[in-house]
């Protein structure tokens, strides 16, 4: 069975950081891309960070700089860094492994940005 187990989500105040990590069971980690996303109230699951199973990293522009992803393929674990919080940074984020046929999703984490 595979599971994805994040944690590290809360409550932090603007201008914060947090670390977020996701545990992954049941899969060969290291043969899997891995992402986080991120979903708030009313809008669509959105894009984070990805880094693929050669250890190349992706992230949209606009959090390019403040959020970092990284990945240790012998504790199959995958953490995001996220630095100088802002209240739009509030939201669940998930964890997601993905190769050519599969694809797993977390149950997320909260992350609540706010004074």
């Known amino acids: 069975q595979v599971q994805l187990v994040e944690s590290g989500g809360g409550l932090v105040q603007p201008g914060g950081s947090l670390r977020l990590s996701c545990v992954v069971s049941?899969?060969?980690?290291?043969?899997?891309?891995m992402g986080w996303y991120r979903q708030s109230p009313g809008n669509q699951r959105e894009l984070v960070a990805t880094v693929s199973r050669t250890n190349i990293t992706d992230y949209p522009p606009s959090l390019k700089g403040r959020f970092a992803i990284s990945r240790d393929n012998g504790k199959n674990t995958v953490y995001l860094q996220m630095n100088s919080l802002e209240p739009e940074d509030t939201a669940v984020y998930y964890c997601?492994?993905?190769?050519?046929?599969?694809?797993?999703w977390g149950r997320g984490t909260q992350v609540t940005v706010s004074s």
């Open positions: 997601r492994s993905w190769s050519f046929d599969e694809n797993y």
């Open positions: 049941g899969i060969i980690f290291p043969r899997f891309n």
